[in-house]
């Protein structure tokens, strides 16, 4: 079998958890509009047996990494040193970009990283269902002209684009070893994870700008009884006023929030949910070693 890991780079909000849902054919990771959306390592385990299409047998550890971004905080530097850590120990990295490096300094600061690291690379161009054949041709060449790159693929994670293609030139750069996870697991990561992060998703997609990104969740009760999973859950926010944002008239935008995740953690879990939401008021959690530690963001 040809086994290794692969990891996931980019700016924020390039579409890197698109990437890794397409590629798994599920969603395990949660995915918005809003930058810096991923904010742990996600790993996603791709099992494939030989086929027509793959004719190895394989498993791929996709490493989904947040978003590589000049840190303004100890959860953003948390954030950036887990992506950059992701380059010493993998297989392969993708790359993952939606403009021209001309556009601004972030993938130029990427590129220098990737620069320093002998790990094949492979650029994704991705979003191209809404490009211009023109810019995806100038985007293409300038990334090309740094000849760092194994492979260029023009993808739409989104619709699905080329994505296997993208999976096959990834396994050209993996080895002969023995399967890592059993092939029914699609990620490591335990269900009270992906659930916490079902609920951060809803926040993110329910305020829109209203609150930046000093959110976190945190599963308090995770009760498995014989027809519903009991789940009870704190939001942490840093400021009196965001807390009453969350909360919303008459509690309408937290009930909004909690619906939404229910039903996808019911879809997630198979079973009914009882699901009872929070809010508390963390001042400045995102600098603080202690709270980062308790909400798993850990050096």
Known sequence: MKTG?????????????????????????????KPQTTRNAIRGIYTHYADDNINEDTQMVFIDTPGIHKPRTKLGKYMTDSAV????????????????????????YIVDMLNEVT??????????????????????????????FENIFGVSAKEGINVHDVIKCALG???????????????????????SEIIREKILMYLQEEVPHGVAVEIEQFKEESSITKISAVIYCE??????????????KLKGIGKSAREEIEALLGEKVFLELWVKVKENWRDSDIALSNFGYKE
């Open 5 to 33: 890991f692969v990891g996931i780079v980019g700016r924020p909000n390039v579409g890197k958890s698109t990437l890794l849902n397409a590629i798994l054919g599920e969603k395990i990771a949660i995915t918005t509009d």
């Open 239 to 252: 400021k009196k006023s965001h807390k009453g944002m969350i909360i919303g008239k008459g509690g309408r």
């Open 173 to 195: 750069f993996m080895e002969e070893g023995p399967m890592f996870f059993p092939d029914d697991m699609v990620t490591e990561h335990p269900e009270r994870f992906i659930v």
């Open 119 to 148: 790990t094949p690379k492979i650029l994704v161009i991705n979003k191209i269902d809404k490009m211009e054949p023109d810019v995806f041709e100038e985007i293409y060449n300038e990334y090309d002209q740094l000849e760092i």
């Open 85 to 108: 850590n992701t380059f010493k120990e993998v297989e392969a990295v993708i790359f993952i970009v939606d403009d021209r490096l001309s556009a601004g300094p972030g993938d130029k």
